[in-house]
Structure formats: structure tokens, C-alpha cells
């Protein structure tokens, strides 16, 4: 996963899978099949890490409004490692793959509503505690944050700073008021 996620589909080689597994190539087929398999379970198993790490952070904390704050302001941590950003490997499948492979374009669709639900379950327990307004429809909301993530990822991806994503994420916060 790691190799698709650093590289994207395109530019990751059968070298580089067999490579970075230590397995052999008949090993490779054998056990996965093709690339394009071995791609497609990668991000069912992405979109699995995600939806649990996602799920524990909503269920772990102090209210649905922190758990929004946590979401967006952690983008700022990306920025500040030395590490290049990898930006999401769903949104960046979706940039790459999406339009012209069915079955990864079903992938990305369940991996993009999957996020927002959780999304719109943080909104909605953020409605109940009286952080977000209640006349705003959650599910828009989550479609928002999910976007805005998107290109949050995408700005951090370009280079912007640690500031700059922060400041993003208060407005975005804002708005939900």
C-alpha cells in the first residue's frame, strides 16, 4: 500500500511491489493476482485504516466540535514534518484512476462516502452539543468538510505552511457555526 500511496497507481512498477514486499514475482502473481488486484485491495485496506482511525478519534473525544478542530488542524502536523505529504491515497486515486476505471471509481465512491459519514455523525453530535447550528443540513456539512479536506490535502501537498492550512481549517470551522 505504502507504494501505491507514495507513487500512485501509474508510476508504481511491478519492481517497485516486489521490492518493497521482498516477495518474487510468481509469489507476487500467485498471491495477488495482477497489480491492478493487488491496487484495489490496497484501498479497501486504506479505506478500512481510515474508517477505524477516523471512528476511534469521533468516539475518543470531548465533543463532535473537537473532533472537527482535530480533523482539519491536524493537516497543519503534515506540514511540519520533514516527511514529503502523501495527501490521501483515496482523493489521490480519485485524481488519478477515478474517471476511467470503474471498478477503482466504486472504490473511491465508497471510500468518500464512508469518510463522510463519520463526518456527518461528528456534525450531528456537534448540533446536539450546540456548536453547530441546527439549521444546517449534516449531510452538506460532511460533504463540505470532506471537500474541503480535499484540497486542504492538496495545498499541503503544494507546499503551503503550517499557518495557512491552520488558518483555512478556523474558517471552515466558522462556517459551521
Given at each position: ?17 516486489i ?26 485496506r486504506?479505506?478500512e ?7 476511534v478519534a ?5 465533543s463532535g466540535?473537537a ?11 503534515e506540514?511540519?514534518t ?11 486515486t480519485?485524481t ?12 473511491v465512491?465508497q ?8 463526518l ?10 450546540g ?9 452538506t ?13 492538496a ?5 503551503a ?5 491552520e ?11
Amino acid at each position: 500500500m505504502e507504494v501505491f500511496w507514495a507513487k500512485g497507481y501509474e508510476a508504481s512498477s511491478l519492481q517497485d511491489l516486489i521490492s518493497a514486499m521482498r516477495i518474487s514475482k510468481s509469489s507476487f502473481y500467485q498471491a495477488f493476482g495482477s497489480k491492478h488486484q493487488l491496487f484495489e485491495a490496497c484501498l479497501v485496506r486504506f479505506r478500512e485504516q481510515q474508517v477505524e482511525r477516523m471512528t476511534v478519534a469521533l468516539d475518543s473525544a470531548q465533543s463532535g466540535m473537537a473532533f472537527l478542530r482535530f480533523f482539519l488542524v491536524s493537516l497543519a502536523d503534515e506540514v511540519r514534518t520533514t516527511e514529503p505529504s502523501k495527501g490521501c491515497l483515496i482523493m489521490n486515486t480519485a485524481t488519478e484512476l477515478a474517471g476511467r476505471d470503474p471498478s477503482v471509481a466504486t472504490l473511491v465512491q465508497q471510500g468518500t462516502c464512508a469518510f463522510m459519514a463519520i463526518l456527518e455523525r461528528a456534525v450531528k453530535r456537534a448540533q446536539k452539543e450546540g456548536s453547530v447550528g441546527k439549521q444546517k443540513d449534516p449531510k452538506t456539512l460532511s460533504q463540505f468538510l470532506l471537500a474541503l479536506l480535499a484540497g486542504m490535502k492538496a495545498m499541503v501537498k503544494a507546499g503551503a505552511s503550517a499557518g495557512t492550512v491552520e488558518d483555512v481549517a478556523e474558517v471552515a470551522l466558522s462556517a459551521l457555526k
